[in-house]
């Protein structure tokens, strides 16, 4: 399932974020990677523990916890602190795979990877190129979203991001482990929440959503980890 979360930062914090980001002094992305993504990895990225990255990263932390359609999509267990990076002059990321467990740096934690999330942060205007490419059952999803939104796809997903022939695109990545672990049953619990909400709205006093609510809860308390 994948997910576009829009306007989870809002435009002046967008601002902010592109304008801390501008100066900040990039290292090379290959260090985080993996033996066979470092081979397709051309980018850069803030080092986890950067000062600028931990500040930014809180206040992704804290947008997403006010955002109820985050909340309902990815089922959060735990959020790996959040990353930062920067592509321009043809730097590109090729097909890889995200690691299945990530260590939470600075502690003896480790999270699963069962979903990925990127914000955008620079505006589609101001680039060519730096689609993110998902492959999926149904064939390969571009994405390319307004500055300040958010896709959300399932961590087993093979993906790249294409080069970035003009401009600059900066964004912030992530992982998620989700208090459901697997793909299918998420998206049927979202889109059950989904349809359950529309119909409340359209009949606030239906006993059957009550009754289809007790059925959403009754199926997170079967599947979810907490
Ligand atoms: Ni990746």
Redesign the pocket.
């Known amino acids: 399932m994948l997910v576009q979360i829009p306007q989870v930062l809002t435009a002046a914090q967008v601002s902010e974020f592109r304008q801390a980001l501008e100066g900040a002094d990039w290292a090379d992305g290959k260090g985080s990677a993996g033996y066979l993504s470092r081979r397709v990895k051309e980018n850069r990225q803030l080092p986890d523990t950067h000062p600028l990255a931990v500040q930014l990263g809180k206040q992704i932390l804290e947008a997403l916890h006010n955002s109820p359609l985050f909340t309902t999509a990815a089922l959060p267990a735990k959020i790996l602190p959040p990353l930062f990076n920067s592509y321009s002059g043809d730097e590109h990321?090729g097909r890889?795979v995200?690691g299945a467990i990530r260590p939470v740096t600075g502690t003896h934690h480790r999270i699963r990877t069962d979903l990925?999330a990127t914000i955008f942060l620079s505006d589609p205007q101001d680039y060519d190129g730096g689609e993110l490419q998902i492959e999926d059952t149904y064939g390969v999803r571009r994405v390319k979203l307004p500055a300040g939104s958010m896709v959300l796809y399932p961590g087993t997903s093979v993906?790249k991001v294409t080069a970035v022939t003009r401009g600059r695109r900066l964004a912030s990545f992530f992982w998620i482990q989700s208090m459901v672990r697997e793909d299918h049953k998420r998206m049927m619990l979202f889109e059950l929440d989904r349809a359950i909400q529309q119909v409340s709205a359209e009949n606030p006093d239906s006993e059957a959503v009550t009754d289809l609510a007790g059925v959403y809860h009754n199926l997170l308390r079967l599947w979810a980890d907490v």
Do not use: C
């Open positions: 990321y890889h995200d990925s993906h």
